[in-house]
């Protein structure tokens, strides 16, 4: 059984720039969410995604936007980037939406933004 | 608003003590609380997860309590070892699965 992987593991963009990040969920899990972790500070719930429909956002604005795909991997997507966003990205899976599962992290995507 | 606090940031302990983590939160209505390691610049590992109906959850040298009523939970680090050394988070469990961090607590176990 593989784990939650990520790619790519480093990025380095300039403002106003475009990114997509990709992450595939562990094996038997349909619920995917995104966290954007800044330096020194602890993960911030970007959104979630479950049966391939967002189910949740946190305080990000429109231009982060995600989707899932029907093998449940997912992809966020950050436009207009701008220097705060450089951060960890994490996304974490989880099966079957149960609130009460433990979520699985994958080892994340350090976004640099010049 | 669920607000998750860590206190203290940083500590610094000798090999071999005792110790115990804690964490608080604002709002008890939660589905359950994890407790997570971070190794630098890596992502996150899942130590305990305590369902809101559990008192406490013990894996190996670790050990968790949840005080829901009260809002607080503490890890327990038994003989603590230098590869304990890491940034401790816990987080709670509310609405749609957010997960909700605390920032972190900086261990540093001396050799």
């Known amino acids: 059984e593989t784990g939650v992987t990520q790619s790519p593991t480093h990025l380095i963009k300039t403002r106003g720039q475009q990114v997509t990040l990709r992450c595939s969920s562990q094996?038997?899990?349909?619920?995917v969410s995104w966290y954007q972790q800044a330096l020194g500070q602890g993960p911030q719930f970007i959104f979630q995604?479950?049966?391939?429909?967002?189910?949740g956002r946190g305080n990000f604005p429109p231009r982060f936007s995600g989707l899932q795909f029907p093998n449940y991997s997912s992809e966020l997507n950050v436009n207009a980037l701008e220097l705060d966003d450089s951060a960890l990205y994490l996304c974490?899976?989880?099966?079957?939406?149960?609130?009460?599962?433990?979520?699985?992290f994958g080892p994340g995507t350090r976004l640099t933004v010049l | 608003k669920q607000e998750v606090t860590q206190i203290p940031a940083a500590l610094s302990v000798p090999e071999g003590e005792n110790l115990v983590l804690n964490c608080s939160f604002t709002?008890?209505?939660?589905?359950?609380l994890q407790w997570f390691r971070q190794d630098p610049g890596k992502g996150l590992t899942s130590l305990l997860l305590?369902?809101?109906?559990?008192r406490e959850q013990t894996s190996g040298r670790l050990n968790a309590s949840l005080d829901k009523s009260s809002g607080r939970s503490t890890l327990y680090i038994a003989a603590s070892q230098p590869g304990d050394s890491a940034t401790y988070l816990c987080?709670?469990?509310?609405?749609?699965?957010?997960?909700?961090f605390g920032k972190g607590i900086t261990l540093s176990v001396r050799p």
């Open positions: 974490a899976s989880s099966p079957k939406g149960i609130r009460g599962d433990t979520q699985y």
């Open positions: 094996s038997g899990h349909n619920t």
């Open positions: 995604y479950y049966r391939e429909e967002e189910n």
């Open positions: 709002d008890s209505a939660i589905y359950n």
């Open positions: 305590i369902q809101s109906s559990q």
């Open positions: 987080a709670v469990t509310g609405a749609n699965s957010k997960l909700t």
